[in-house]
């Protein structure tokens, strides 16, 4: 595949360990090229695997709400909250 600029990039929230996440979606709103930017890199990896091609609200219910250790959000919580963002603007945009 092409090297290209991603869709959509999210800054999440400090409490985690990634810094950003960067994903694209295709018109179906399945998701493709997921990156994180920091955080548990082979844990992130495998995420990023297991999600390629998933419709995103199918991610977001899996996903939503899922926390890390004491704090009340975690990366894959955060990339729930990057999909519903990237789906509340694509709708904004119809």
Do not use: W
């Not at 419709?55 to 959000?73: D, H, K, N, S």
Request: aromatic letters at 6%; glycine letters at 6%.
């Amino acid at each position: 595949m092409d090297e290209h600029e991603p869709q959509y990039t999210y800054e999440t929230d400090p409490a985690v360990c990634s810094q950003a996440i960067q994903f694209d979606l295709d018109d179906d709103a399945h998701i493709h090229n997921t990156r994180f930017f920091g955080g548990c890199n082979g844990n992130l990896n495998g995420i990023s695997k297991l999600i390629e091609d998933m419709p995103a609200e199918q991610v977001i219910e899996l996903l939503e709400g899922t926390p890390c250790g004491r704090r009340p959000t975690s990366c894959p919580d955060q990339l729930a909250h990057a999909l519903r963002e990237a789906l509340e603007k694509r709708a904004a945009q119809d």
